[in-house]
């Protein structure tokens, strides 16, 4: 009936082929777009890369690229087409880097392209570093894909690059003056001393400020420390570019002078030292009067071996210091210390514990993410009976020359974790350890018996590591820092890029966290590169998964500038001196009152 009245009507049905056809045109339609609208996903997603891309065929011609790619090349549009070669590509960035063009440089380029290309022939993928003429530097990752051709990625670096040096940086060289520290300063000496047998003499000044301490005392660490700056600048500008000026600590420097082969000129450069330095100092307001006493060996005469020379320096040191200071003594064969404080302090030591005579006092740690008091650092204090309350700096270098450092470490670990026995069990103890504790080799006993006498969990015990320990003890440690882990123990690294901080540790070692040597934190409002610094740090810490805690900070601006860095703790004075276990409670409430006032 239908096809009747549609016959009637003068309209045929279509031919069975055309209806197909025309399913297939509109399949092929909807394939069409649904292709376009993933393409379109495609460069939507390859131009919002971070990283560059590009993929080039087998004859070296580009297939596609991103917008990335072309911004860090800085290429013109012409050039990111596709079916450009890679030899124009290559000309035109070599061109705009460095102004080179020409047939030499073609013929250099051509070179580089068939080294290229059989590097990709062997199927596997490679990396180059590029560094360019702006500053920037790009890790580029070739990886060659099947029937020719290669995919390659190219990341700006130049961020990681810049923190991985200031770090290394720090590794050698003291953060306070800028000059070399102690552990630069012994590769140097004892590469020095390599060449000594046949070549002229090396000569060692040690260099001690005469009391340096009352500058301390009576002016206040920031001028003491800018005090020591300004003694190392007068230094560095009183010897040759061939010598070696380092700061090996607190308030002594030393000078490697090369090829000083006559005894006169030797003698020269310690009375230029003492001239320069006795000059008046002009800092922050106040005018300080200085003057020096320095060792002087000369090698071989004296010794051949780092450790020989720097006691024998010592000695002679000490025999100026003996005999009134400001002043300067080579070393005299027979020589030796003679008996006198520091004899005496040492005898006086060995019966500090028995005697009941050291004390511990704690300085908060705040978490800058929770608001509250987190942990709480036990620092050790000497009662002398004659010369007062001594502070760690001043006696515990003494036990550990001495041996006597075990059995103070070992008081104080027990010590500490019976005080925070008494404390709420979400506040937690630090412990600083000492070398000889991990040389010892009966560290993981000492701490199991604290924990066991105190009845406390591991995890409220946090121990400390100077990176100086690190550098004589890397074995032990790498054996027993993850046993103390197992145990669910926390570690950090004290005093990070003090003395020889570096990445290998952040990567060899595991560290919960890293302190932030004080003399990053403090000026960093007045140093752009001191925060820059301390950015750095936070960020290598923060992508390795380690905590951050700054160490020293002293006012609401360092505190600002630490929280901005990302430092997930602080500890410093600004909210609170180390105090008496008596006292520590009520400090607590004080620490979180005044970061919550300061929020």
Known sequence: MSNELNRGNGVSPPPVSQVAQGGRISALLKQTKKLERLNTWFKIALNNMVRGLSMFDADQRLIVCNESYREMYGLPEELTRPGTPLADILSYHIKKETGRDGEEERTRQDQWLKNHAAKLASGNSFTRTQNLSGGRTFLVMYQPIAGGGWVDVQEDITEKRWAEEKVEWLARHDPLTGIANRFYFRESFEDALKIIVQGPAVVLHWIDLDRFKDVNDTLGHPVGDALLKAVAERLRSSVRKADFLARLGGDEFAIIQMGAGRREQCEHLAR?????????????????????????????????????????????????????????????????????????????????????????????????????????????????????????????????????????????????????????????????????????????????????????????????????????????????????????????????????????????????????????????LDRKDRAAIVNAVTALARTLGIGTVAEGVETLGELKCVEIAGCDEVQGYYFSDAVPKGELMAVLSECEQKLWAAA
Not at 390 to 415: R, T
């Open 272 to 524: 230029r030292v003492m001239h320069v330095l006795s000059k008046p100092f002009h800092i922050l307001g106040h005018t300080v009067s200085l003057s020096a006493s320095i060792g002087i060996v000369r090698a071989p005469e004296h010794g051949t071996t780092a450790d020989e020379l720097m006691k024998r320096a010592d000695i002679a040191l000490y025999d100026v210091k003996s005999s009134g200071r400001n002043g300067f003594a080579i070393f005299r064969s027979g020589t030796k210390h003679k008996p006198g404080l520091k004899h005496q302090l040492d005898r006086d030591l060995r019966s500090a514990v028995r005697n009941g005579q050291l004390k511990l006092h704690y300085q908060p740690i705040i978490n800058l993410k929770t608001g509250h008091v987190s942990s709480c650092e036990a620092l050790v204090r000497w009662e002398h009976p004659q010369h007062g309350t001594a502070m760690p700096d001043n006696f515990l270098p003494l036990a550990e020359q001495s041996g006597q450092m075990l059995e103070i470490g070992s008081w104080v670990l027990n010590e500490a974790c019976r005080d925070a026995a008494r404390w709420p069990d979400d506040l937690k103890v630090t412990v600083n350890l000492s070398s000889l504790q991990f040389q010892n080799g009966d560290l993981l006993n000492v701490v199991d018996k604290a924990l066991a006498d105190a009845n406390i969990k591991p995890s409220r015990l946090e121990l400390e590591i100077a990176e100086a320990a690190l550098l004589s003890d890397g074995e032990c440690m790498r054996e027993v820092l993850p046993k103390l882990r197992e145990r669910g123990i926390g570690t950090s690294l004290d005093d990070f890029g003090r003395a020889s901080g570096s990445l290998s540790y952040l990567r060899n070692f595991p560290f919960d966290k890293i302190k932030i040597d004080r003399s990053y934190i403090r000026d960093q």
